[in-house]
């Protein structure tokens, strides 16, 4: 079997883990917890990380901060991805926003330039959760410098793309916001759990409050201070003192222990992941759909992408030879039943293309060539 992804946490992981746990710990949220963020946020290149327990949690904490902040509203227009995951799509309908599907492109499988632009000047929509798929690196400056212009909010989902560049800098870096995921199969795992990063100062304490039911310990004095003062609220009280509807999207130090041990692996496996998907590109042949190879870029491949029009013998055969494998992502949120049952069905043409012909297969830390050659051929001899 040819698995779509291997597990990042390895035996001297959890031997390291168990002499840990032998020292009794805490094991909620703790110090390891604020090492981890701080350690996270150094690598990707933004002042402030909030450890949660998802990508899933991230992204719904930073459109629901983007709410408390009073930078959105309700009913107000956000642009999905019509290629992106479930709960990139999901937090809108649940938070009463307004949500917008973008078609994508068929180089890197982001949003379409064209569209975006078009949404953005027609629609005035707040934000652009900007999906990066699979690793592949888009045309992030256009991006940003467009919702620079139209005052849209960036925030990029990087759950997929950890490790990825533009111009030597990491994505997710590059927006407002940024959420990665560290479930099992990604390139790190805690396990569960997941991140949301800023280089705001205000949203970062909204994170940290909502992430944690809405009460004020993971601020820093000066903004406890201040809250307890305008509210009037006596240091007994703050203890239970909550400023703000939150949830309970903590993580544990348990989880944060496997973290710190993973941020020291995260260069290996991309480097890894980026060989695989050079060998994928040369070894199929060029009458083959491929991503478009761009200057500049590093590419920290999730899993690769197949558009194939012969689909299903495509499927039959990599099953046959033990080949894990699954639709692109999602397909077309625009066909989802979710989506559908509110809002109707959305056709996109690329979306749509995708979501017809749509697999991808697998790009791991571990894979060897022998590996991708074995799927390559497959691939090559049913398209």
């Known amino acids: 079997m040819i698995s779509l992804v291997k597990d990042t946490i390895d035996n001297s992981d959890i031997d390291s883990l168990i002499d840990w ?6 094991l909620t949220k703790g110090p390891l917890t604020l090492e981890f963020e701080k350690q996270w946020a150094n690598y990707i290149g933004t002042k402030y990380a909030t450890y949660v327990n998802s990508g899933s949690s991230a992204n719904l904490l930073a459109l629901y901060c983007l709410i408390e902040n009073g930078i959105i509203k309700r009913n107000d227009k956000i642009i999905i991805p019509a290629v992106s995951w479930a709960t990139d799509l999901s937090p809108v309908f649940q938070l009463g926003l307004d949500p917008i599907l973008c078609d994508v492109n068929l180089e890197d499988l982001a949003v379409d330039i064209n569209h975006l632009e078009h949404i953005i000047k027609t629609q005035n929509p707040k934000v652009l959760m900007l999906v990066h798929v699979l690793g592949l690196v888009c045309n992030i400056v256009t991006i940003r410098d467009l919702c620079k212009k139209y005052n849209v909010v960036l925030i990029e989902d990087t759950c997929e793309s950890l490790g990825s560049k533009f111009n030597n800098q990491l ?3 590059f927006g407002d916001i940024s959420t990665f995921s560290f479930y099992f199969g990604h390139h790190i795992s ?5 991140m949301v990063c800023t280089n705001d100062k205000k949203l970062d304490d909204l994170f940290r409050s909502i992430r944690n039911h809405g009460w004020d310990r993971d601020w820093d004095k000066q903004t406890q201070e201040e809250m307890r003062k305008k509210y009037d609220i006596k240091e007994f009280d703050a203890l239970y003192t909550f400023y703000y509807s939150g949830f309970n999207f903590r993580s544990t130090d348990l989880q944060a ?3 710190l041990r993973q941020l020291h692996k995260i260069n290996s496996y991309c480097q890894n992941r980026n060989k695989n998907y ?3 590109h040369s070894y199929l042949k060029d009458s083959i759909w491929k991503p ?3 200057e500049n870029v590093y590419v920290s491949n999730f899993a690769w992408p197949i558009l194939s029009e012969n689909k299903d013998n495509t499927v039959k055969s990599l099953k046959e030879n033990d080949i ?3 639709p692109l ?3 077309s949120m625009g066909k989802q039943p979710f989506y559908t049952k509110q809002k109707g069905e959305c056709k996109l043409q690329n979306a749509d293309y995708i979501h017809l012909n749509g697999i991808y297969v697998p790009n791991h830390q571990l894979m060897t060539d022998s590996e991708i050659e074995k799927i390559c051929k497959i691939i090559n001899d049913n398209n």
């Open 292 to 294: 478009k190879l761009k």
């Open 21 to 26: 746990l032998k020292t009794y710990p805490r």
């Open 329 to 331: 992502i999602c397909g």
């Open 190 to 194: 805690t396990i569960e759990g997941g």
């Open 257 to 259: 222990f496997i973290g």
């Open 171 to 173: 994505l997710g870096s």
């Open 278 to 280: 050079n060998f994928y």
């Open 324 to 326: 894990e494998c699954r």
